[in-house]
């Protein structure tokens, strides 16, 4: 008798091999090892198969002469057919996916290929024989193909597998009946179970790698709990999950992995069960639930692979003092940097370490000119660029260091800080924050949301990058709206390891570009033939002589180049070299504030450095619907009190207030900036009660209502905005703005300035005699665009109101239709009186008392006989 059967706990992959298999061997028996999950029964009822399948306890072994083993080679994990598998005559033919492992049955045949599923391995047969399949063989061996591989998605996954499933789909497979048979509704029970998982929950680390542990208890079945584990990782997009299940006397884990040093099928291995890297389970008989997680923590302990080394998480280059150099120049440099520690060295070789708080009491003791090298601790530990953080984890430790050197031989090639220990600590403990940067790849999120033209200019950024020895990296806004899925193409490149005007310089030579430099900021602007501008930098440091002041720029990592940045949700960076190409870099937690929606500094003197940033997180905060978090709230408020803003010159406070009212959200936009204080930095009598919310809310409606016309000359916006902000100021106080603004364009400022004009205007229009045409015309003619709508939404008056739109949306659009050289045809000699003539046929036009071109004629003829 020939036998094909599977693992225990059978999948949508061991009844696609199943059915795959009996078409190479049609004479033998289906046979189920063990239980089958809910899903599986209900697609077997529904397959249209015609197949019958056995239950092991339904087969005489003893008859048993061939067995066919699908899916699976371990003895373990066949169930009652293990007790056969040493018979003298037994042949046993083996077709799997699964990497092998110790124990693994020998076969006479073998088949073992590590695709994304054991389906393929065998649908690769059928193909090579020319062995045809119905439409329902197809559409069950898809389902195999697609419940292992994620729909063809998961990291597994080999161009093998989509090869099989071209095959299978032009054999007539089912996509939609592939759809209903992996997915279900949850029955009530296990909704209520899913619910005890997700509330049983715990995060350990192992070699830097966060694993989720879900436990619960369920008796009533257990056999769909790998959907579960499915569904946890859809609900919480974990990296990796085990989850233990109690069924009363055994222990059942499922294991699922995205995280390339977390192998579950190694880890379960080592628990009896198996798999592969990806998804694996076991099932551990007569353990309790704390056991059965006891030996789970000790196979992770064994098999996590660490996912870091100092060199992964090290800040370089590495500020570092001269042993020869005098405490109190020490003291500027460390107060420079904002660093509480810093290597000492000779020559480019480490010598010790000396604190901030070193410093600070020599000082006090009058020793400030005296050398950092008589001061310094000699005795520190150190390591290399390749030790691992657990190493690390356990020196820091031991040893208590503020600051940890990374050393090549005697030189210094970065430092780890106490700050980047204590987030490895918290991480162990289950904490929110990073070991370092958080990385997973967004590729396929960039292939999604972003146009083919862009992804293909930043695979050609990384290729140049890459040939340069250096990285590149695209970082900041761009980086966080991708994750917010909102269009921004302002891309801004960052080059680490490197030179960002060398680096664009090479580029642009590439790719036949113009390029402009910054010495002075190490930056660069690529500039393409379609008029699309890349930003490039050299990865910086920053610092402030005062606040307000313009950056002093030094050469750093990325690392330190995204810790100068203003909020933590523009920390953000995606590597662009083709080895790690779409790898989403987060040292700060960005991540976790975009999820939570908060705005939230870096560190505490970020508004003293630079107070732009205060009316950034206003910004900021209204446009992506997020919350100022209360510490960062503090701080701006803060920095209004101790009147940083005053250093803060007029270009930079206009730029940041141009930028919020032209924003969508500019009303609640300003409402934010009242709230804290920021208005007054504009002109200290701004206000922003209810009547001036309510006015500046008709300027936007006015302004709205102008756009939809599409009229054709454009309104600036801003300008609008302003002249509603700064109502309630005097002309000479107004004018104090301006000058605080340095507002200097001619165009903004004769708008602005014309503020009385308008005022005026609006009380003529209020008189009670009704204007014709052409006065309104007149009158209305020498404002702007932005000075009528501000005069729409200034007035209470429907009357005046009606007026205003009239001459914007017809009167403005009337001309004559006689032009000059019609009236130097007529007669009327070349010169002023062309104008006049024309202005007069215009102001007949506006008041019907000519409407077509025959009647101007007749009236410059009159004209011309009276004359």
């Known amino acids: 008798m020939e036998v094909i059967s599977a693992h225990t706990n059978a999948d949508f992959d061991t009844l696609a091999s199943m059915v795959a298999a ?4 049609p004479q033998a028996k289906l046979v189920f090892p063990g239980s089958l999950e809910k899903t599986l029964k209900s697609a077997l009822s529904t397959a249209r198969l015609n197949l019958r399948f056995y239950k092991i306890k339904e087969i005489d072994l003893s008859l048993v002469t061939r067995l066919i083993l699908v899916d699976v080679r371990h003895p373990a994990r066949i169930g009652g057919f293990a007790s056969i598998t040493d018979r003298d005559g037994l042949e046993i033919h083996i077709y799997d996916h699964h990497p092998a492992s110790e124990g693994d049955l020998s076969g006479t045949v073998e088949v073992v290929k590590e ?44 161009a093998n597998d989509l090869t099989a499933a071209a095959f299978l789909l032009s054999s007539g497979a089912d996509l939609s009946a592939v759809s209903d048979m992996l997915l279900r509704e949850l029955t009530p029970a296990e909704v209520s179970f899913l619910n005890e998982l997700l509330q049983h929950e715990s995060t350990v680390t192992f070699g830097g790698h966060d694993i989720v542990i879900a436990e619960g208890t369920f008796t009533e079945h257990s056999g769909d709990i790998s959907m579960l584990a499915h569904k946890i990782r859809d609900i919480e997009g974990m990296e990796s999950l085990f989850m233990l299940v109690d069924s009363g006397d055994r222990v059942h884990v499922v294991a699922r992995s995205k995280a390339t040093g977390v192998n579950v099928g190694m880890i379960l291995k080592a628990l009896g069960g198996g798999g592969h890297a990806h998804a694996a389970s076991a099932t551990l008989k007569g353990r309790t639930l704390t056991e059965a997680r006891d030996a789970l923590l000790g196979a992770l302990k064994q098999e996590v692979v660490p996912a870091g080394i100092a060199v992964d998480i090290m800040s370089f280059p590495p500020i570092t003092l001269e042993s020869h150099i005098s405490l109190q120049e020490a003291s500027v440099v460390l107060g420079r940097y904002n660093v509480n520690a810093v290597p000492v060295v000779e020559a480019g070789a480490l010598r010790g370490v000396i604190t901030r708080q070193i410093i600070t009491k020599a000082m006090y003791h009058g020793l400030g000119g005296e050398c950092v090298g008589d001061f310094m601790s000699i005795d520190v530990e150190c390591v290399e660029p390749d030790t691992s953080l657990d190493e690390i984890r356990e020196m820091f430790i031991a040893h208590g260091q503020r600051l940890i050197p990374v050393v090549k031989g005697h030189e210094v090639r970065g430092v780890i800080t106490r700050t980047d220990i204590l987030r490895l600590l918290q991480r162990d403990m289950g904490g929110d924050h990073g070991t370092g940067p958080r990385v997973k790849c967004i590729t396929k999120l960039m292939k999604e949301r972003l146009p083919q033209w ?136 960005g991540q976790r504030d975009i999820k939570e929606k908060k705005v939230r500094v870096l560190h505490n003197l970020s508004f003293i450095e630079d107070p732009t940033r205060a009316f950034r997180a206003v910004r900021f905060s209204v446009k992506f619907g997020f919350t100022i978090e209360p510490h960062t709230r503090n701080l701006i408020k803060k920095a209004v009190r101790l009147g940083v803003f005053k250093h803060l010159s007029g270009p930079r406070i206009l730029e940041e207030l141009q930028s919020i009212l032209d924003e969508e959200s500019a009303l609640k936009a300003v409402k ?46 801003w300008l609008v905005l302003f002249l509603a902000l700064t109502d309630g100021l005097s002309e000479a106080k107004l004018r104090d703005v301006m000058s605080r603004l340095c507002i200097v364009d001619k165009k903004t400022v004769d708008i602005i300035s014309a503020r009385g004009l308008y005022l005026k205007t609006l009380k003529t229009l209020g008189s009670p005699r009704r204007l014709s045409n052409s006065e309104l015309y007149c009158l209305l003619e020498p404002l702007s ?42 007669g009327i000699a070349e010169g002023p009186e062309i104008g006049r003539v024309l202005r007069t046929l215009l102001l007949m036009r506006l008041d019907g008392v000519v409407s077509d071109k025959a009647e101007e004629i007749a009236f410059v003829r009159r004209s011309l006989i009276k004359g």
């Open 22 to 25: 009996l078409k190479l061997y």
């Open 115 to 158: 695709y994304g599923s054991t389906t393929t391995v065998l649908v690769e047969i059928l193909q090579e024989r020319g062995l045809s399949l119905t439409p329902a063989e197809a559409t069950v061996m898809m389902a195999g193909i697609y419940e292992d591989t994620g729909s063809l998605t998961y990291p597994s996954t080999t």
């Open 454 to 589: 862009l992804m293909e200019r930043l695979a050609s950024l990384g290729r140049v990058a890459e040939s340069l020895d250096c990285r590149a990296y695209v970082v900041g806004g761009f980086v966080r709206d991708l994750l917010l899925n909102r269009e921004n193409l302002d891309v801004d490149i960052v080059i680490e390891h490197g030179d960002g005007i060398t680096f664009a310089r090479r580029y642009a030579e590439e790719h036949k570009l113009r390029l402009r430099s910054h010495k002075r900021f190490k930056t660069a602007v690529l500039i393409f033939p379609d008029g699309f501008k890349i930003d490039v930098a050299t990865a910086r440091l920053e610092f402030y002589e005062s606040p307000g002041a313009l950056p002093t720029v030094e050469q750093s990592s990325l690392k330190l180049d995204i810790y100068r940045r203003d909020f933590i949700i523009n920390t953000l960076a995606v590597e662009l070299n083709p080895p790690a190409f779409g790898s989403l870099i987060d040292f700060f937690g």
């Open 672 to 717: 934010g900036l009242g709230a804290l204080g920021l208005l007054s930095i504009i002109h200290e009598e701004i206000t922003f009660d209810a009547a001036r919310e309510s006015f500046f809310e008709r300027s936007r409606e006015a302004l709205g209502w102008y756009r939809l016309l599409y009229a054709g000359e454009e309104a600036t916006g």
């Open 785 to 826: 665009i932005e000075g009528l709508l501000f005069m729409m939404a200034r007035t209470d008056d429907d009357g005046i109101k009606k007026a205003i739109s009239t001459y914007i949306t017809s009167l403005r659009r009337v001309s004559p239709e006689l032009t000059g050289r019609d009236l130097m045809e007529l």
